[in-house]
């Protein structure tokens, strides 16, 4: 295969398929070359919401660009890996071109881009990826067309709370087994739907434009900086009242939102399925053939979890992995939890798995995350739970501190986790192994609704972070 243009060399790519396999022979002869070009440090990327192999090559160009200057006397090799994930187009990437159909389409409708994504992503689920575009077109009034949506986006994203799959797609385990769904596959479909409503109501409300230079990317004080209000989530007796004088906006504003997340959900989980079944066998392949070489996994969104997951494929005694960098990682802040603070049964997926690194797990963070931070809680929470939240404590800020995500707050209840801001961090050294939260606020705050600044990492203070990390000089 052709390696692509690309700022770094030598640099290989890993592509998998959705169960974590690759074409054969593939991971044994990169294995070999990495060997064979003397590299010591080895940095492994695994992108996030990226639908195709060119734009996620186009982002491990941009990043992997400082690291030659930054570390001249290393002799650092680099993967890109490409795994079958997507990304709606409507969603801006700071500095990234945005798709000329997204600023054409008004949301909730599904342009053909995404029709189109769906269909590669989700092969076999031609007639339902139609129909749901038909309802968010057409919006028909009464609930039985959002629960007719509900029923379709479950068909699509195959929900499956139980069996082989489900441990790919958990972050949290009780008495050893997955949780249950979320209660946004659970739930009425119309509450669901007005939830995400308001939620991108308050966004659009409380968020300044995209790439605007005059704006300082500040939230503004008061209730909307928790992401939810005005018009926030509701659940209970206020439901289609409105909160505070504001009125919720038409339920199928949200519905499209529910097409979103489900489809990350099952990102999610395959995510999980890459990472064990795909990279964490070839780093151990690695290890076998070339057991100086020190990797270091980085990974963005859900290839955070895509990484982390690597951890749990791991053979046992590899010891090569020398650090772990999650950039706005969509997963569970409590993932790697012996114990979770709500729920004494109850611990994270990857609990103690950070001892697998010969060096630390750094996770960065940042409140400019409007995917995390906002999106990620509503989408996140178990079935049966989330009302009792809102009737309880009435604020989001409670659904954000049980379901929220790495990539918003941090690793969360694994003790002796450090923190830092970004430029301590950067004065170092680190920590030379545990757990370690980086708020990376100050340079990833750049974006616009609904996801924020969850893609703003192409930073040379971050490619110094990756470096940093794993004590590459």
């Known amino acids: 295969m052709a390696e692509p243009a690309m700022s770094v060399t030598p640099y290989w790519e890993l592509t998998f398929d959705a169960d974590g396999d690759t074409e054969g022979g593939r991971p044994d002869r990169l294995a070999a070359e990495v060997a064979r070009r003397g590299v010591r440090d080895l940095i492994v990327f695994a992108h996030g919401w990226n639908t195709d192999r060119s734009a996620a090559t186009g982002l491990y160009s941009r990043f992997f660009a400082p690291m030659p200057a930054l570390a001249p006397a290393a002799r650092i090799g680099y993967v890109g890996v490409v795994w079958p994930s997507m990304r709606f187009p409507d969603e801006p990437i700071p500095d990234f071109p945005r798709s000329a159909a997204a600023g054409a389409v008004r949301r909730g409708a599904l342009d053909g881009q995404t029709r189109h994504a769906l269909l590669e992503t989700f092969p076999g689920r031609a007639a339902a990826v139609d129909r749901i575009g038909r309802l968010l077109e057409q919006r028909p009034p009464g609930e039985a067309a959002l629960e007719e949506f509900g029923r379709l986006v479950r068909l699509l994203v195959d929900v499956a709370p139980h069996g082989p799959q489900a441990l790919f797609a958990a972050d949290t385990l009780t008495d050893g087994v997955p949780q249950d769904g979320p209660q946004m596959f659970a739930g009425p479909t119309a509450e669901v739907c007005e939830e995400f409503a308001g939620a991108l109501a308050g966004l659009d409300a409380g968020s300044p434009a995209s790439g605007d230079p005059a704006s300082d990317g500040l939230p503004p004080d008061g209730p909307a900086s928790d992401g939810l209000l005005p018009g926030g989530p509701v659940a209970g007796p206020e439901r289609g009242r409105g909160v505070e004088g504001f009125s919720l906006p038409n339920p199928w504003d949200g519905a499209h939102e529910l097409l979103r997340q489900a489809t990350y959900?099952?990102?999610?989980?395959?995510?999980?399925?890459?990472?064990?079944?795909?990279?964490?066998?070839?780093?151990?392949?690695?290890?076998?053939?070339?057991?100086?070489?020190?990797?270091?996994?980085?990974?963005?969104?859900?290839?955070?979890?895509?990484?982390?997951?690597?951890?749990?494929?791991?053979?046992?005694?590899?010891?090569?992995?020398?650090?772990?960098?999650?950039?706005?990682?969509?997963?569970?802040?409590?993932?790697?939890?012996?114990?979770l603070p709500h729920d004494a049964r109850a611990g994270g997926v990857l609990q103690g798995l950070q001892n697998r690194v010969d060096g630390p797990l750094v996770c960065c963070h940042s409140s400019f995350d409007a995917a995390l931070g906002t999106m990620y809680p509503l989408a996140s929470r178990m079935a049966g739970d989330a009302r009792g939240v809102f009737e309880e404590f009435g604020?989001?800020?409670?659904?954000?501190?049980?379901?929220?995500?790495?990539?918003?707050?941090?690793?969360?209840?694994?003790?002796?986790?450090?923190?830092?801001?970004?430029?301590?961090?950067?004065?170092?050294?680190?920590?030379?192994?545990?757990?370690?939260?980086?708020?990376?606020?100050?340079?990833?705050?750049?974006g616009g609704a609904p996801a924020g600044a969850h893609s703003d990492i192409v930073h040379p203070e971050l490619a110094r972070l990756v470096l940093a990390a794993g004590r590459v000089r």
């Open 395 to 446: 604020v989001g800020s409670v659904l954000g501190a049980k379901w929220g995500a790495m990539g918003h707050d941090g690793v969360q209840a694994v003790p002796g986790t450090r923190a830092y801001t970004l430029a301590e961090a950067l004065a170092g050294p680190l920590p030379a192994s545990g757990c370690v939260n980086v708020d990376a606020a100050a340079v990833v705050r750049r």
């Open 265 to 339: 959900y099952a990102m999610k989980r395959r995510a999980g399925t890459v990472g064990e079944r795909g990279l964490g066998p070839f780093v151990g392949r690695l290890a076998a053939v070339a057991p100086t070489v020190r990797v270091h996994l980085v990974g963005h969104s859900f290839g955070g979890r895509l990484v982390s997951f690597a951890l749990r494929g791991l053979p046992e005694g590899v010891r090569t992995v020398k650090s772990v960098t999650l950039l706005q990682g969509a997963f569970s802040h409590y993932a790697f939890a012996a114990r």
